[in-house]
Each structure stands twice: as C-alpha cells, then as structure tokens.
C-alpha cells in the first residue's frame, strides 16, 4: 500500500462478527509492505477463515476489504 498523507496510518483486522482481532503496526507516509502473520494481539493463532481488515490514516474514508486466511 501507498499512504501520501502525512497522517499516521494503521490497519485492524476484524473476525467475521466484527470483533477487533488485531491492530497492526502505525506508519507514515510513503510505501509499506505490511504483513500479517494471523495471530490475535495475544499471540494466538487465529483459525482459518474469511477475516477483514481496514485501513485507517491514509488521508480518506477509512477502505474494508476481505481477506482469507489459510493455515
């Protein structure tokens, strides 16, 4: 992903009934490779299935996309 605003920019990942599962690091502005290695912010793996992730910062309406995760 690519963030030109100069806002601080993070990415949370939401289980499919929208319960936070985890923040992923803040960045600034520039391009990012940002990697998710499926484990809640407690360190526990997440099980296998559809997940949503939003990114937030980027100087717009904060984007929701789908992702799967496959163990």
């Known amino acids: 992903y690519s963030n030109t ?3 601080e920019a ?3 990942i939401f289980d ?4 936070l599962v985890r ?9 990012s490779f940002v990697s ?6 407690a360190g526990h793996p997440c099980p296998s299935g559809a997940y ?3 990114l937030h910062g980027t100087g717009a309406t904060p984007a929701t996309r ?6």
């Open 36 to 41: 998710w290695e499926g484990n809640d912010s």
């Open 66 to 71: 789908r992702m799967l995760l496959l163990r």
């Open 23 to 31: 923040s992923l690091r803040a960045f600034r502005a520039g391009r």
């Open 10 to 12: 993070r990415i949370d």
């Open 16 to 19: 499919v009934h929208g319960r």
């Open 52 to 54: 949503f992730y939003r």
């Open 5 to 7: 605003a100069s806002d």
